[in-house]
């Protein structure tokens, strides 16, 4: 039986998250068996904002390795390093020329940054959401697992797509469809649930890290904030901190959330933290100690430059095809 590709990254743009476990790389894990997965690290993405060199390079190689010891099998799944494969960046200058301006305006995380205030963007910020497309697109990939803040740019993926496919009057691309969970696309900031759980964000107590010491991330779950309502219900809207806990355990232990409401019936507020924050710190000890598994192993070069030799062997035959189709080459 063919399997349906599914293509998707991280990128290595701070430390990862359990924002980032639970909306991304956890479903990469789940995926790898029925899909043909690749997934590749974005570094290419990460650069569109400042980066410190010795910095992004720590944290490049911190994520390789949380991917494989998340549970991505290099034997399974096809994992590279974006900027081994540069049709990525070919690719993503031409789409460039069939976007236009209004659609990059529209994109929320360039319109955020904006409206925020902020000044002296990079062009490569701007037109992010193109390279992401010539990531999907290259690789013919039918699902793009995300989390809810990438829908957007799976959509203009698809709008790309559509419109070269028709320009051009054949179906040179796939239209791709945004995959996403029913529970655990938005995991929020444990001190401030109105915020998404961010790798970027300067202050860390609402935020746990794949790497963060199992102990301290437990003291993170017992001073998340809750409410005054003192009974345990899913109700983002009024309840969103507790919401947020419940969306936890049910995502790591791979279980409904209404599972995890029977199994916490009646629990006051600091037992209910007690029992997430056992979850969170036993997920937490295990991915680590995997980390230090393959750390030791030394494998990592290895796996990312036969991943990015498959890649490209996939990539580069796009890439041509795209090019004989718009005219650039014989
Ligand atoms: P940043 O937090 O720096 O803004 P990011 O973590 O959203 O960046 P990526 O690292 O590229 O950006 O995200 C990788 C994947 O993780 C994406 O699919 C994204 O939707 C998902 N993701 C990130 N944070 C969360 C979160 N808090 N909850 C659920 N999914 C998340
Ligand atoms: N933009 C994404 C990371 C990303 C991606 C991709 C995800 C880059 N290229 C291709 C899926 C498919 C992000 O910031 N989370």
């Known amino acids: 039986m063919i399997k349906k590709r599914m293509i998707s990254a991280i990128k290595p743009s701070g430390?990862?998250?359990?924002?980032?476990?639970?909306?991304?790389?956890?479903?990469?894990?789940?995926?790898?068996?029925?899909?043909?997965?690749?997934?590749?690290?974005?570094?290419?993405?990460?650069?569109?904002?400042?980066?410190?060199?010795?910095?992004?390079?720590?944290?490049?190689?911190?994520?390789?390795?949380?991917?494989?010891?998340?549970?991505?099998?290099?034997?399974?799944?096809?994992?590279?390093?974006?900027?081994?494969?540069?049709?990525?960046?070919?690719?993503?200058?031409?789409?460039?020329?069939?976007?236009?301006?209004?659609?990059?305006?529209?994109?929320?995380?360039?319109?955020?940054?904006?409206?925020?205030?902020?000044?002296?963007l990079g062009v490569g910020l701007y037109t992010y959401p193109t390279l992401m497309a010539a990531d999907i697109l290259l690789y013919d990939a039918q699902f793009v697992p995300v989390g809810i803040d990438q829908k957007q740019h799976v959509e203009l993926t698809r709008d790309l797509a559509e419109r070269i496919n028709n320009r051009f009057d054949k179906e040179l691309f796939v239209i791709p469809e945004p995959l996403l969970e029913e529970v655990g696309t938005k995991i929020y900031d444990l001190q401030d649930p109105s915020k998404k759980m961010s790798k970027s964000d300067v202050s860390d107590k609402g935020c746990i890290y794949l790497m963060d010491d199992p102990k301290k991330a437990r003291k993170k779950i017992m001073s998340a904030i809750t409410d005054s309502y003192d009974t345990i219900q899913y109700d983002p809207e009024k309840q969103p901190g507790i919401s947020n806990l419940l969306v936890i355990a049910a995502s790591l232990k791979k279980v409904s959330v209404d599972t995890i409401l029977m199994e916490t019936q009646g629990m006051r507020y600091g037992d209910f933290k007690k029992y997430v924050a056992s979850i969170v710190e036993e997920t937490l000890t295990d991915i680590q100690s995997r980390y230090q598994d393959i750390k030791a192993q030394n494998v990592l070069n290895e796996v990312l430059s036969e991943g990015a030799l498959k890649a490209r062997s996939i990539a580069s035959k796009k890439l041509k095809e795209v090019q004989s189709t718009i005219g650039i080459e014989l």
Request: with cysteine.
């Open 15 to 120: 430390h990862l998250t359990l924002g980032n476990y639970i909306g991304a790389l956890a479903n990469f894990v789940k995926y790898q068996d029925d899909f043909e997965m690749i997934v590749f690290i974005a570094n290419l993405h990460t650069i569109t904002v400042p980066q410190e060199p010795d910095e992004l390079r720590s944290n490049l190689e911190e994520a390789a390795i949380l991917y494989l010891a998340a549970g991505l099998d290099p034997a399974k799944a096809t994992i590279f390093l974006q900027s081994d494969v540069h049709e990525h960046a070919q690719l993503g200058h031409i789409l460039q020329c069939f976007t236009y301006l209004g659609e990059l305006n529209r994109m929320t995380q360039y319109k955020d940054k904006v409206a925020k205030g902020e000044t002296n």
